[in-house]
C-alpha cells in the first residue's frame, strides 16, 4: 500500500514563486507523478519522474528524492490561471500502471 | 483530437435504478481507469484495465461493475446505485508515462 501527503492549502502572489511538496511512502517505487486540476474539470498532466533530479518544463519543475520518499513541484512566475488543485501521485512497481493520488492541495493566486 | 469522452455528464438518479456511464478513447490505449473524486479524499481507483477482456479492481470497487470487449471503451456500471456512490467519477486512459482523462460525470444517487 502507499501514503501520500500534501498540504492541503497554500496561497501565493502573482509574479512569485511556489513550492508544493509530497512525502510518500511505498513498497516499491516506480514513478512520480504531479497534475493540475481547475475546479470542476478534469486532472491534465504536468510532470513525471522516476530518478532523483529536477525536471523542468516551463514555468514549471518537479523534484525527486527516492531516498527520503519526497517530491516537489515548483511554479515560478505565478499567474493568477495558476490558481487549482495540485496533485501527487504515485506509481507503485509491478502495479500494472495503478496510481495512488494524494488528495491535493489547492493553490489560490492572489493578485 | 486525442481525447477520453464520458456520459453522460450530469446524471440524478435514485437508489437501485442501474445505470451505466459510457467511456472511450481514440488513442488506441491499452490501459483504461476509472477513478471516483471525493472531497478531502482525493481520487481514488475503481478499476483498471490493461487491455481487452483484462479488468481487475482496484482501491474502491465494491458496487461497481466494468467491462472491456473493445479497446476503445470502457463503461462503468452501477447495478443497484446507492447515495454513498454520489461523487464526481472520471475515466482515464494512459500511454507510458502520462494518464488522459474525461472530463467527468457528477453522479448524484438521491
Known amino acids: 500500500g502507499q501514503n501520500i501527503d500534501q498540504p492541503t492549502e497554500m496561497t501565493a502572489t502573482e509574479g512569485a514563486i511556489v513550492q508544493i511538496n509530497c512525502t510518500y511512502q511505498?513498497?516499491?517505487?516506480?514513478?512520480l507523478f504531479w497534475y493540475q486540476q481547475h475546479a470542476g474539470e478534469a486532472p491534465t498532466f504536468l510532470s513525471y519522474?522516476?530518478?532523483?533530479g529536477l525536471e523542468e518544463k516551463g514555468r514549471f519543475s518537479s523534484f525527486l528524492s527516492r531516498s527520503k520518499g519526497y517530491s516537489y513541484l515548483l511554479l515560478k512566475e505565478l499567474q493568477m490561471k495558476d490558481s487549482a488543485s495540485y496533485l501527487c501521485a504515485v506509481r507503485e512497481s509491478g502495479s500494472a500502471r495503478q496510481l495512488t493520488f494524494g488528495s491535493g492541495t489547492q493553490l489560490t493566486v492572489l493578485p | 483530437e486525442a481525447q477520453v469522452t464520458q456520459n453522460p455528464r450530469y446524471l440524478i438518479t435514485v437508489t437501485g435504478k442501474k445505470l451505466t456511464v459510457t467511456c472511450s478513447q481514440n488513442m488506441n490505449h491499452e490501459y483504461m481507469s476509472w477513478y471516483r473524486q471525493d472531497p478531502g479524499l482525493g481520487l481514488r481507483q475503481i478499476y483498471y484495465?490493461?487491455?481487452?477482456?483484462?479488468?481487475d479492481k482496484g482501491d474502491v470497487p465494491e458496487g461497481y461493475k466494468v467491462s472491456r470487449k473493445e479497446k476503445r471503451n470502457f463503461p462503468l456500471i452501477l447495478e443497484s446505485p446507492s447515495p454513498n456512490q454520489t461523487s464526481l467519477y472520471f475515466c482515464?486512459?494512459?500511454?507510458?508515462?502520462?494518464?488522459?482523462f474525461g472530463p467527468g460525470t457528477r453522479l448524484t444517487v438521491l
Open positions: 519522474n522516476v530518478l532523483d
Open positions: 482515464a486512459s494512459s500511454s507510458h508515462n502520462e494518464q488522459f
Open positions: 484495465s490493461m487491455n481487452v477482456e483484462v479488468t
Open positions: 511505498t513498497s516499491g517505487f516506480n514513478g
